[in-house]
């Protein structure tokens, strides 16, 4: 490739603020759900490559066929993708993309295609737009993609704080994690934490079913607990997990966890998991963040509570890793049901891509 930027680059970052900012200096998205790409595109050839720089064309063959069609002969542009379908993102079909096999990804690319929503323009034929304005680089975007169709987009943009905060309750229905905030002025900094994220955070009380040892310290340190909701049958559903402990707190776990240990597997609503893992709502199922790490799980007596935050759900899963906030002992396991859980209405995607101007 002859761009002005070689593959793979670092992406610019976001860091997380908890309330809307309101800055006439700011520029606003909705914050996409899917897997972060940067595309290069020269000609016939397209390198697509993921947020840890790795290559991801093989998994998206049906994306460079439009790339090629729809993207400018020579640009690099950062957006993400996604698989839009009619109750919104669906990011765990987008999880099974990431195959080993070529024949599966092949069958896949045609059963569940993927979308590239394009947010940020980086090069242009022989120029490298990373110290340009970002609000200079979003009206070329916008140029540069004037003609682009489906599965190729441009994602919305508002500079009105108030359409910001209507998207951020209304588009989460359709899968979108939150709102993104970016400073006109902002150039493309990568590796830097120069855009503000503003994504959607509740908590909720959960069973702690079982637990995962620490890659650091099997047998001395847990990596992670297990969560389980109740369903409206009664089934206790594995709906994630949360790791988020100091390594300090990690091996206290392990003696605090202990006495749940003993006959947890005699009675457990998962017992017929155990050493599973092809199944996608198992403790055991695997991911893109999962590759050769090991999936064995240790079960728990379901006896007790705890509060975790949560930024969204997919299907009847967390989308993320949920925040550990604190132990219920005053909850009893059965009250964890998913009536807890705040629901919001689908938001149909078609508004938001017709909003592009796509």
Not at 343 to 354: A, G, S, W
């Amino acid at each position: 490739m002859s761009l002005p930027l070689k593959p793979p680059i670092e992406p610019m970052l976001a860091k997380l603020v908890r309330e809307m900012p309101d800055d006439a200096e700011l520029l606003y998205e909705p914050k996409w759900d899917g897997f972060r790409a940067i595309v290069f595109r020269d000609g016939d050839d397209v390198y697509i490559q993921s947020r840890e720089k790795r290559p991801l064309v093989r998994y998206f063959p049906e994306l460079v066929e439009a790339i090629r069609e729809h993207f400018p002969e020579r640009v690099v542009v950062d957006g993400e993708i996604v698989i839009a379908t009619d109750d919104g993102l669906d990011f765990s079909a987008l999880q099974l993309r990431l195959h080993p096999a070529k024949s599966r990804v092949e069958k896949l690319s045609k059963e569940i295609p993927t979308s590239f929503v394009a947010f940020d323009l980086l090069a242009e034929g022989d120029e490298d737009l990373t110290g340009v304005p970002f609000e200079e680089r979003r009206r070329r975007l916008e140029a540069a993609f004037a003609s682009a169709s489906s599965p190729i987009h441009v994602t919305p943009i508002t500079e009105d704080v108030e359409v910001a905060r209507d998207w951020f309750a209304r588009f989460e229905g359709a899968g979108l994690d939150g709102v993104m905030a970016k400073k006109r002025s902002q150039i493309y900094e990568p590796k830097k934490r120069a855009m503000q994220k503003i994504k959607h955070r509740r908590t909720v009380d959960c069973v702690a079913a079982g637990f995962r040892w620490h890659k650091n310290g099997p047998g001395t340190l847990i990596g992670s607990l297990l969560l389980g909701l109740y369903d409206a049958e009664g089934n206790l559903q594995h709906v994630g997990i949360t790791s988020s402990f100091k390594m300090d707190y990690r091996e206290k776990l392990v003696t605090e966890l202990e006495p749940l240990r003993e006959g947890a597997l005699d009675a457990h609503p998962w017992a017929s998991w155990a050493g599973a893992e092809e199944h996608q709502r198992k403790p055991g199922m695997g991911s893109r963040w999962s590759v050769g790490k090991d999936l064995s799980w240790e079960p728990l007596r379901v006896e007790r509570v705890i509060e975790v935050a949560y930024d969204g759900l997919q299907g009847r899963r967390f989308r993320h890793a949920a925040s550990f906030v604190r132990w219920r002992p005053d909850r009893e396991p059965a009250s964890c049901t998913y009536a807890q859980l705040e629901i919001t209405p689908p938001f149909e995607l078609q508004k938001i891509f017709r909003a592009s101007g796509s």
